[in-house]
């Protein structure tokens, strides 16, 4: 850790800006629990300063990834570098590194300026720049006034600011965040997001967020690892993720899609609901499965239609419409709002996709 | 509330009143000639001299030695069995052995020590046919001891469980990422989180220490100057006029011991647990 | 003695959220050194809990004369001189002390939980008395008590229900003061069963239906607390079968005091009764842990 910039009234968060940005780089690391295997030989790169969202479902090795670069979990195999360091058997109270758990973390016997201070306590920083750097970043995560409260006396939300600025106090080269508002009601969630956020953009530190939800990983990050059974599926921008999933897996885990079979020709054009579009891309010949987004696909009130209406959920300036084909298939529709009234369930209607497909998987596959 | 009433009633007349009449009584003194009752404290202050006041004395020395030692013992015992890794059935086996041997006192443990490391026990009559005499015979303070940490460690083991397993885990990690080392965890954070409830229970372990009568009859007979032992041979002695009345006078003197540890107890327990809801 | 409140408890924890992997450690040398330590730690305390049991054991069934082994202590139990009389009496006390404990306590645990949360601090605090008042205190201020029959108003029907608490066939007395001794545990048992299950709602249910509160209590209260009640029944049985000091102090031949009794006479004896007694204890407290396991597990 770099000398404190003692004097100046923001000095943990001048200190955080100064440093260079660390990555972090995880090759081949393996770890097995009995006959689960965590992770699976996974290969990630978090660029310095980077805010990094691992996505995945429950059990697909999150945590244990965390805890790796932690130090919580030596791997069975594979390094971890940290700003080009290797760490991998570095213990985690020497790995210079911020986490934030899900829930529960705060110590209970400390307020919440004395759980900020830990850090610097265990470091035998004097009492005054502790008082000073509590205040600092309790402030940084909006409770200044909050310094002398126990963790019981704040709410939920309220004890994860806390959680972050003790982790933040540190001035960590990477900071961890395990599911961090999953224990959170869905307003605190989104406001707490966009938070965390705004103080990562601020400070510019190497950020790992765990978390299952696609709509938190895309909307904070700027790049979302997808994992899946302890191997990455995808890293990429939340906007590339969502546009051109690598996989069928990241497509369906990320936004949602409709599964509507399709056959693709021997001159690269694929046959679709009755419209014929170019692909991009080496796919084998034969049956397909084509993944629509919902805003890919236009419903026509038809009488001669193939489709009828099955649902349909009103979410405000769209309403999602879904329509089943004689094979079975169903197939999502967004549909601007006041454009919708006819198409109740019931109706028969015609489906036609408006854009080509954000991917295309052989048959057997989907 | 009518339904309640059975309960305060007995409570009332079984438990508060004996404590009452023993609080009253042991100011009033017979007299040996006229059998007339008078307002005195003698027997409040024969009891805190001579004889008794050493049965006072022995009494608190072995309580407070065994609750501690039953406290650090249980401590580690239930820590140890708790750090076992997939250790569910050797928990299991530890806490229903814990929940039978910290009921096991009384009489039953008595003998059974009597038969291992009495003068005709087993043990004793193994070591000595190696040459080896036991370093202190069974039937001392230090035998006394040794039996009352037969049902002393599993109450503590028992006790403190829950407590040690409400420790959470993210407590030790986020210390550890924090740069903690482990002892500056205990210091700053698991000791303190911890000590309400080992105060708790020392706390409930001296009570029984002090309190313990059977175990000590049993085995020691009157020979050791404890003040359970005082109070029953007080009682039991018909012939001496006004040793009723020393009775009560040491099982006041217990009583208010005791309440004394329970207010000294109290007030740690507020400091120490400030932070708690 | 089982299981107690320390007056701390942690806070509980709330909402359901994973609690993640357990933390494994790390593997290294302070690791190894830990294992070692609670090994010996294990060993140790290990030898000293069972060596008393084992000896007992081979103290029992060892033949002074010939030197081979007999079962004669064991066997001679039932037929031993005064046996049956004590043990009965014990036992009998103790269905009596359970039966006395459990009407007087479980509706005050649910009328204090559904009606009267007022008083719930009081109750908590009468209930726990017991456990840090010495018994011998509390015996001699019985006998105090017991002894204004002669000595005040001796000749009125006080003094007469007084001698009738003390019949020495079956002391009346020695229930009352077991219930007291009993409710730390008892308390504890039902406190936390009537935790466990949302009684509100299900008397609630029930009174709208028209059911009075006796009939709620056994209807509804008692059959939902079943493993609770249970529990508090075999606490309590187990307690007054292994109590010495009141009996012993007001005077009356339970089975503990018999154990003393004939321990001059015929210590192989007494240490056979103690090694049973320790094997009911035992039995009951594992039945008890079944009972425990098979309940439910509810989120309080
Ligand atoms: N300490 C452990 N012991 C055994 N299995 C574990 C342990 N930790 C994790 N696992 C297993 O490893 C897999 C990945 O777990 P985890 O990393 O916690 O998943 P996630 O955080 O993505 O939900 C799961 O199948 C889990 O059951
Ligand atoms: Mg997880």
């Not at chain 2, 569910?88 to 038969?115: E, K, Y």
Request: glycine fraction near 10%; proline fraction near 6%.
């Amino acid at each position: 850790m770099t000398a404190a910039v003692a004097g100046t009234p923001t000095a943990t968060v001048a200190e955080l800006r100064d440093r260079p940005p660390a990555d972090v780089v995880l090759s081949g690391v393996t770890r097995t629990y009995g006959s689960t295997t965590a992770l699976d030989a996974l290969d990630l790169h978090v660029a310095g300063g980077e805010f990094l969202a691992v996505l995945g479902p429950s059990g697909c090795g999150k945590t244990t990834a965390l805890r790796a670069i932690a130090g919580f979990e030596v791997p069975d195999a594979g390094t971890i570098t940290v700003g080009g360091r290797d760490v991998t058997t570095v213990p985690p109270s020497k790995r210079d590194m911020g986490m934030v758990f899900q829930a529960y973390s705060l110590f209970p016997n400390l307020t919440a300026a004395d759980n900020v201070a830990y850090g610097l306590a265990v470091r035998r920083r004097g009492r005054t720049e502790r008082r000073r750097r509590a205040a600092e970043l309790l402030e940084l995560v909006g409770l200044a006034d909050r310094g002398d409260r126990y963790p019981h006396q704040l709410s939920g939300g309220q004890q994860q600011r806390v959680a972050l600025a003790r982790a933040l106090a540190v001035a960590p080269q990477v900071l961890l965040l395990d599911e961090p508002l999953s224990a959170l009601d869905a307003q605190v969630r989104v406001q707490l997001r966009d938070e965390i956020r705004r103080i990562q953009l601020e400070l510019g530190t190497t950020t790992v967020f765990v978390t299952h939800d696609q709509a938190e990983a895309l909307s904070v990050a700027d790049r979302v690892a997808v994992l899946r059974a302890g191997r990455l599926e995808q890293v990429a921008s939340p906007d590339e993720l969502y546009s051109r999933p690598a996989t069928a897996f990241v497509a369906r885990f990320v936004g949602t899609t409709s599964a509507v079979p399709a056959q693709l020709r021997a001159d690269g054009q694929v046959d679709l609901l009755g419209t014929t579009r170019p692909v991009a891309g080496p796919v084998p010949v034969g049956d397909v499965v084509a993944l629509l987004r919902p805003e890919q696909v236009v419903l026509r009130p038809d009488a001669g239609g193939r489709g009828r209406v099955v649902t349909r959920t009103f979410s405000g300036g769209t309403t999602r419409v879904t329509a089943v084909l004689p094979d079975g298939t169903e197939v999502a529709a967004d549909v601007v709002s006041t454009e919708s009234t006819e198409l109740v369930p019931g109706t028969a209607v015609e489906v036609a996709p408006t854009a080509r497909p954000v991917l295309l998987v052989p048959a057997g596959d989907a | 509330m009518l339904g309640t009433l059975p309960f305060f009633l007995l409570v009332g007349v079984v438990l508060l009143l004996p404590v009452v009449v023993l609080a009253v009584e042991a100011f009033r003194v017979t007299d040996p000639v006229t059998y007339e009752d008078t307002w005195s404290t003698s027997a409040i202050t024969s009891v805190t001299t001579g004889a008794y006041g050493r049965a006072y004395l022995g009494s608190l020395r072995l309580s407070l030695v065994t609750a501690a030692l039953g406290t650090v013992l249980g401590l580690g015992l239930a820590a140890a069995m708790l750090s076992v890794r997939r250790g569910r059935l050797l928990r299991r086996l530890l806490l229903t052995a814990s929940g039978v041997l910290a009921n096991f006192g009384g009489i039953p443990l008595a003998f059974a020590f009597i038969a291992a490391i009495g003068n005709a026990g087993v043990v004793t009559a193994l070591l000595s046919d190696l040459g080896i005499t036991l370093g202190a015979s069974l039937y001392s303070t230090t035998g006394l001891a040794l039996v009352y940490l037969y049902f002393l460690v599993p109450l503590m083991v028992l006790t403190i469980t829950p407590a040690l397993e409400g420790l959470r885990p993210q407590w030790r990690e986020a210390s550890d990422v924090l740069g903690g080392s482990g002892w500056q965890y205990w210091r700053r954070v698991g000791g303190p989180v911890l000590l309400p409830s080992v105060l708790g229970a020392s706390v409930l372990l001296f009570a029984s220490a002090f309190a313990a009568y059977a175990t000590a009859r049993a085995l020691v007979g009157s020979s050791i100057p404890l003040v359970t032992l005082q109070i029953a041979d007080a009682l039991s002695s018909n012939v001496l006029v006004g040793s009723e009345a020393q009775g009560k006078a040491l099982a006041l003197g217990m009583v208010v011991l005791v309440g004394a540890v329970m207010l000294v107890y109290g007030w740690l327990q507020r400091r120490a647990s400030r932070w708690s809801a | 003695m089982t299981a107690v409140d320390t007056a701390a408890g942690l806070p509980a924890a709330a909402a359901a959220v994973d609690p993640g992997p357990a933390p494994t450690g790390r593997r290294g040398p302070r690791r190894a050194g830990v294992r070692v330590a609670r090994a010996v730690l294990f060993t140790v305390l290990g030898a000293y809990f069972l060596v008393p049991i084992a000896a007992s054991v081979a103290f029992t069934v060892r033949d002074r004369g010939t030197g081979g082994l007999t079962a004669r202590w064991y066997t001679g139990i039932p037929s031993a001189d005064g046996f049956a009389e004590t043990f009965g009496r014990s036992l009998t006390l103790g269905l009596l002390t359970v039966a006395g404990t459990l009407l007087l306590l479980l509706p005050t645990v649910v009328l204090v939980t559904l009606r009267l949360p007022r008083v719930r601090r009081v109750v908590e605090f009468l209930c726990l008395l017991p456990l840090v008042l010495p018994p011998i205190a509390l015996v001699v201020g019985v006998r105090s008590v017991l002894s204004w029959a002669p000595d005040h108003f001796y000749g009125t029907p006080l003094a007469d229900a007084f001698f009738a608490l003390q019949e020495p066939d079956l002391p009346w007395i020695l229930v009352l003061v077991y219930v007291v001794l009993a409710l730390p545990f008892a308390h504890r048992a039902l406190d936390a069963g009537v935790r466990a299950v949302d009684l509100g709602t299900l008397t609630e249910a029930a009174r709208n239906l028209g059911a009075s509160w006796p009939r709620v209590l056994v209807t509804v209260v008692v059959p939902a607390l079943r493993t609770a009640v249970l529990n508090a029944a075999f606490l309590t049985l187990a307690l007054v079968l292994g109590e010495f000091t009141i009996a012993s102090l007001l005077g009356f031949r339970t089975f503990p005091t018999w154990i003393v009794e004939i321990s001059g006479a015929s210590p192989q004896l007494s240490v056979s009764v103690s090694v049973l007694s320790l094997l009911l204890t035992w039995g009951l407290l594992v039945l008890i842990s079944a009972l425990d396991r098979r309940r439910p597990r509810t989120t309080a």
